[in-house]
């Protein structure tokens, strides 16, 4: 089974499933604020997912000083989390700890 890497400034706490990854980037880090909009969200994929999902591609290249590879690899994260994570159940493990998404 792959491992995944949580990847926050360097944190290399690996695990064996994706949602657990998502829950130590949630609990485990400090939340990140959006640059685009100002809103506060956990960083790691919550702080991806929001960027992309709220957000146009230019809006986050002028904000972030991204360039097109910076874009493409954080779709790719996006997209293979997306493929792999079961949210509902993430989402569900946050509330119960009163943490929220």
């Not at 590879?69 to 079961?86: F, G, Q």
């Amino acid at each position: 089974m792959s491992r995944w890497t949580c990847g926050i400034d360097g944190c290399d706490a690996a695990f064996e499933d994706v949602e657990s990854t998502i829950l130590h980037q949630t609990t485990e880090h400090k939340r990140h604020e959006c640059k685009v909009c100002g809103t506060i969200v956990p960083d790691g994929y919550f702080a991806i997912r929001h960027a992309f999902d709220e957000h146009t591609r230019a809006e986050y290249v002028r904000a972030y000083e991204a360039d097109s590879a910076a874009v493409r690899r954080r779709e790719e994260v996006k997209r293979e989390i997306e493929s792999e994570a079961d949210l509902q159940a993430v989402i569900e493990e946050l509330d119960v700890n009163g943490v929220g998404g």
